[in-house]
């Protein structure tokens, strides 16, 4: 693909997003798994559709970013915004693709109300760790604890 | 952005609640049920949403760049009253079709599809809520003489085939019909709500936003279930066969057209400012949207056929089958499609033309009704709506009624004047003069 940043655009999910979204993840997980996006996707859009995007390039969708503002969870008592899924085709990275997806996402939380944006990153995952620095994200004193069960 | 929420005067209110709990009697259970299907979401409210912040200029026709009407009396008389009636009828079929979800509710086979479909009831009572609001808030006295408690016990009153402007009777069959209607008819009411986001209105651009992320959710309520559906269908399922899906679309389809009012018209919406485009070209946007909606569902059917096919894959099969190959048993009739734009029509510009579900144009009245019922759900038959195309049909091509009288004797499905976008939104209305059309 020979398309720049500037081809990129950016809209609200929506329903007919599905086949694309899996298409994406199976590209990044090499594995087809409908289910799971039909039932995640029908949640994003039923708790507000303007707080999760795709991008589109080239008449396709290239990339999602799902989230939502919640506030009352982990002591957070302040509208908060959470970045809580994300995938961008890999033939269309280094495209700013996902940058452009948080710009808007991210003009979405403060029209909601939010003063925050928080998300969860495996720390291994040096890509993803850059990607959230790029864009002014910093560690947190939430820590993220776990155990089997 | 801000959002200010009010409730009815209490005795409009506590009127709605009585309505409710006779026609969606399911809703406490709804509310029981809440957080099993929709945890940690917030409950459903029954108010009105008013978005703050939005546009006060009119941004279309021929008032464009002055400043949007805040109140009905301010606006001149023709566009005020045509908004009226829009509102009014709006409210009346929001309500009426919940009337028509409420009859084949209870036979989904899973539970899930069915509390969304429930969800959906309730949140489509809202948005006639919303529209009885812009009814009760304002003074419309300056185009109807009819007090606030008449207009809205006239609207509650309203009961399936008593709606405004004739019948409301497209029944529901099964299931299958709650979740069509979402997916079809449910879209063509987002296009409305989009339109009427720029109303010139003040209020009713303003009420527009919140039911907009409502039907989003309506419209999944539609998707997923016939991506569940294909994928079980691929899988040898004999519940809902790719065959009782193609028929559904066959139903809806071309009442969902014809909700878009005749190809030719549109123009004084747009020149009121209440609407930014003609029918035409909302409707050619709608076909290509349900057309990707259509080989999606495809798509899932073929890689729950084959599970070994990759995405690319799967695309490749889809159009040498859809070019008319045979891939694995395959065949074309094996998949869905959209019925072509002038099959089983009886309002707009193809209105009574004997065309059938792929094009194919006949010239025998016997073998085109032979072909409908062919190609419609088998208890669609025995619908007085189906009757009433029929006995219409008959007379148009026996040369005893003209298709456009023909037309104009027959209520259609569509959205009045573009308020509400969710299928009760839908109601049976006269096209406008084709004079509009310039």
Request: proline letters at 4%; hydrophobic letters at 40%; glycine letters at 8%.
């Amino acid at each position: 693909m020979t398309a720049t940043t500037s081809d990129v655009s950016i809209r609200p999910l929506d329903e007919l997003d599905i086949s694309d979204i899996v298409r994406i993840d199976e590209k990044i997980l090499g594995s087809y798994r409908p289910e799971v996006w039909e039932r995640r996707i029908g949640y994003y859009l039923r708790r507000d559709p303007e707080t999760s995007v795709v991008a589109e390039a080239d008449g396709r969708v290239v990339g999602f970013m799902l989230g939502e503002v919640r506030s009352g969870e982990f002591g957070l008592e302040e509208p908060t915004g959470w970045v809580e899924v994300l995938g961008v085709d890999p033939e269309c990275r280094g495209r700013a693709v996902g940058r452009r997806m948080a710009e808007a996402i991210l003009e979405h939380f403060r029209e909601r109300g939010a003063k925050s944006v928080r998300t969860l990153v495996d720390g291994e995952n040096e890509e993803l760790c850059g990607f959230f620095n790029s864009l002014g994200f910093q560690p947190s004193s939430l820590r993220a604890f776990t155990r089997p069960i | 952005m801000s959002v200010r929420t009010t409730t009815l005067p209490k005795p409009y209110h506590d009127a709605v609640i009585r309505w409710r709990e006779t026609f969606l009697p399911d809703y406490d259970l709804l509310m029981e049920s809440w957080e099993k299907f929709f945890p940690n979401e917030p409950k459903f409210e029954l108010c009105a949403y008013r978005q703050l912040g939005m546009c006060t200029e009119i941004e279309c026709g021929d008032q464009k760049g002055k400043p949007k009407f805040t109140r009905a009396a301010d606006m001149p008389a023709e566009p005020a009253q045509h908004l009226f009636g829009a509102i009014r009828a709006q409210a009346s079929t929001e309500f009426g079709s919940i009337q028509q979800h409420r009859l084949t509710l209870a036979r989904a086979q899973e539970e899930e599809e069915q509390f969304w479909i429930l969800r959906m009831m309730a949140e489509e009572l809202r948005h006639g809520y919303q529209m009885l609001h812009l009814l009760v808030e304002d003074d419309w006295s300056c185009v109807t003489q009819e007090s606030r408690a008449d207009l809205v016990e006239g609207i509650l009153s309203m009961n399936t085939g008593s709606h405004i402007l004739g019948a409301f009777n497209v029944d529901f069959d099964s299931f299958i019909d709650n979740v069509v209607f979402c997916g079809l008819i449910d879209r063509v009411g987002k296009y409305q709500l989009a339109m009427q986001k720029v109303s010139a209105y003040q209020p009713m651009a303003e009420s527009m936003p919140q039911m907009l992320r409502e039907e989003a959710f309506h419209l999944a309520a539609g998707v997923v279930p016939m991506r569940r559906w294909v994928t079980a269908a691929a899988k040898g399922s004999t519940f809902i066969t790719m065959v009782d899906l193609q028929k559904a679309i066959n139903k809806w389809v071309p009442r969902a057209l014809e909700m878009f009012g005749d190809e030719r018209g549109g123009g004084t919406n747009v020149r009121f400012g209440l609407k930014p485009m003609k029918n035409a070209e909302a409707q050619k946007q709608y076909v290509e949207e349900i057309g990707k909606l259509v080989r999606d569902l495809n798509l899932r059917y073929l890689r729950a056929r084959d599970e070994k096919l990759t995405h690319g894959e799967s695309e490749t099969v889809l159009d040498r089958i859809l070019a008319g190959e045979s891939v694995g048993g395959i065949h074309r009739e094996d998949l869905l499609h959209l019925p072509h734009a002038e099959y089983f029509r009886r309002r707009g510009m193809p209105a009574f033309k004997m065309v059938g579900a792929d094009g194919e144009v006949f010239t025998d009245l016997r073998a085109y009704q032979q072909h409908l019922v062919r190609t419609l759900p088998d208890a669609y038959r025995a619908s007085r709506d189906f009757r009433e195309y029929m006995d219409a049909l008959t007379q148009v091509a026996e040369g005893t009624m003209k298709a456009e009288e023909a037309a104009g004797k027959m209520p259609s499905l569509r959205r009045v004047g573009g308020a509400c976008p969710c299928s009760k939104a839908v109601r049976w209305m006269v096209d406008e003069p084709s004079s509009s059309a310039a």
